[in-house]
């Protein structure tokens, strides 16, 4: 085993996998076991509302049921990130103590999606937010009327470039193209960036293989850990499937694994779920060890993947 390679998936227990997701667990299993790495398995269960434990034992279950094992993580406690709020506050404390951190009342629907990750249509922030320019006596006034902010980080007016490893060169201008990003709800649920940024951080993570719907977030993500003192990971984001036009979504209960068991055996899953990434001529049967002697992200699509009737 190569110790230096850590890899993650770390899915959110918001509802059950569907075959978008196991895609992006297929490939992160992949690309480290090919390079004979440490794999965690992480449960990003920030929001108490929108997650639930019952949710997380079953894609444990359906982890196990397709073969993909993991060397460390969930169900221990302290790979829960529901578990790990010491530290998001310490690296928040962090930020504050150099000035980067203030109080926002923007959208509320901003801010409750803010502990997830984001979907496409969230990604941004408006780079002008007018809460960064509050006097004190409008901060006083907001409190007195008994609103309660959220805590947005100031990001600098500086290109990040990341170096992804299926799509090459992001470059994000942070205040222009994204612009500050919550940190922390008003309810005191940290924000899935600083806590996904902390935890890749504090367990060791030199890769992360995730949807091409984060790769924006890489930038950032890569600025925060830098700037509280750590090395970012390598990022490597995988093509989306798509039903219909649109992406696969636990929210929508498109082809959920509860349903893909009822109708095929693991190893056929596999199978159609590595050709529908390019890596067979066809939908075979096949293990996921099977697939590690020829895995090359060179076989892999940069476009999105609508799935056929036939492979439903």
């Known amino acids: 085993m190569d110790t230096r390679y850590v890899g993650r998936f770390a899915p959110?227990?918001?509802?059950?996998?569907?075959?978008?997701?196991?895609?992006a667990m297929l490939l992160a299993w992949l690309d480290c076991r090919a390079r004979g790495g440490r794999l965690i398995f992480r449960m990003e269960d920030l929001d108490p509302v929108r997650t639930s434990p019952a949710y997380a034992r079953a894609i444990a279950d359906d982890l196990r049921w397709l073969g993909l094992g993991w060397?460390?993580?969930?169900?221990?406690?302290?790979?829960?990130?529901?578990s790990r709020t010491e530290l998001y506050?310490?690296?928040?404390?962090?930020?504050?103590?150099?000035?980067?951190?203030?109080?926002?009342?923007?959208?509320?629907?901003?801010?409750?999606?803010?502990?997830?990750?984001?979907h496409p249509g969230e990604q941004t922030c408006d780079p002008r937010c007018r809460c960064a320019r509050l006097t004190e006596?409008?901060?006083?006034?907001?409190?007195?009327?008994?609103?309660k902010p959220a805590w947005k980080v100031r990001v600098p007016d500086e290109t990040v470039t990341v170096q992804?490893?299926?799509?090459?060169?992001?470059?994000?201008?942070?205040?222009?193209?994204?612009?500050?990003f919550?940190?922390?709800?008003?309810?005191?649920v940290y924000a899935y960036q600083l806590a996904v940024s902390v935890?890749?951080?504090?367990?060791?993570?030199?890769?992360?293989?995730?949807?091409?719907?984060?790769?924006?977030?890489?930038?950032?993500?890569?600025w925060l850990i830098r700037t509280l003192g750590g090395t970012p990971p390598a990022y490597c984001h995988l093509p989306l499937l798509t039903d219909g036009g649109g992406k696969l979504s636990k929210r929508l209960g498109s082809l959920s694994t509860q349903a893909l068991r009822s109708r095929y055996r693991p190893e056929e899953l596999v199978g159609?779920?590595?050709y529908l990434a390019g890596l067979l001529p066809a939908p075979e049967p096949v293990s996921p060890a099977g697939l590690i002697p020829a895995f090359s992200w060179d076989k892999v699509s940069r476009e999105d993947i609508p799935i056929a009737d036939e492979l439903i």
């Open 71 to 82: 060397d460390e993580g969930y169900p221990d406690p302290a790979y829960c990130q529901s």
């Open 164 to 180: 992804d490893g299926h799509y090459g060169t992001c470059a994000q201008d942070l205040a222009r193209d994204g612009g500050d």
């Open 272 to 274: 159609k779920l590595a």
């Open 182 to 188: 919550i940190l922390r709800r008003a309810d005191g």
């Open 137 to 147: 006596p409008e901060k006083a006034d907001l409190l007195a009327a008994g609103r």
């Open 89 to 118: 506050e310490a690296a928040f404390r962090t930020l504050e103590a150099r000035g980067l951190v203030y109080p926002c009342w923007c959208s509320r629907a901003q801010r409750l999606a803010a502990a997830s990750a984001p």
């Open 12 to 23: 959110s227990p918001s509802g059950y996998l569907h075959m978008g997701n196991l895609l």
């Open 199 to 222: 935890d890749d951080m504090a367990m060791g993570v030199t890769h992360v293989v995730r949807g091409r719907d984060l790769l924006a977030s890489a930038p950032r993500q890569s």
